[in-house]
């Protein structure tokens, strides 16, 4: 299984990014999925999750201001992005819960990270 999590790259204060995430390869099905961050010298975060029936959870960072939404039959998941700020500048990650087929086994897989910059 692998996540591959693009849509990062530098943008101005107040502007928006829409971050993508997809899984591919052995899958049965997928639970939660989800994006974190990892600012410099930070701590990883989450900055959002969904199950797959689409109950969603914020960190109060992004709430107001991000939302995450998810095409199950595309085993991809998404990160709209609004009113940036400086303090968004990261390193994005994906996250997903997926079902393997045959043994039915729950593996938590990452994505590879893409960047956000926010400048002022």
């Known amino acids: 299984v692998q996540l591959h999590a693009f849509g990062g790259g530098l943008v101005q204060a107040g502007g928006t990014l829409r971050l993508s995430c997809v899984a591919s390869g052995s899958i049965f099905s997928i639970n939660d999925m989800g994006w974190y961050r990892r600012a410099p010298g930070k701590q990883r975060e989450l900055v959002a999750s969904?199950?797959?029936?689409?109950?969603?959870n914020y960190a109060d960072s992004a709430k107001g201001r991000f939302a995450i939404s998810r095409d199950n039959a595309k085993n991809t998941i998404y990160l709209q992005m609004n009113s940036l700020k400086p303090d968004d500048t990261a390193i994005y990650y994906c996250n997903a819960e997926v079902v393997k087929p045959v043994t039915l086994y729950q593996d938590d897989y990452w994505g590879q990270g893409t960047e956000v910059t926010v400048f002022s």
């Open positions: 969904i199950t797959n029936g689409g109950y969603t």
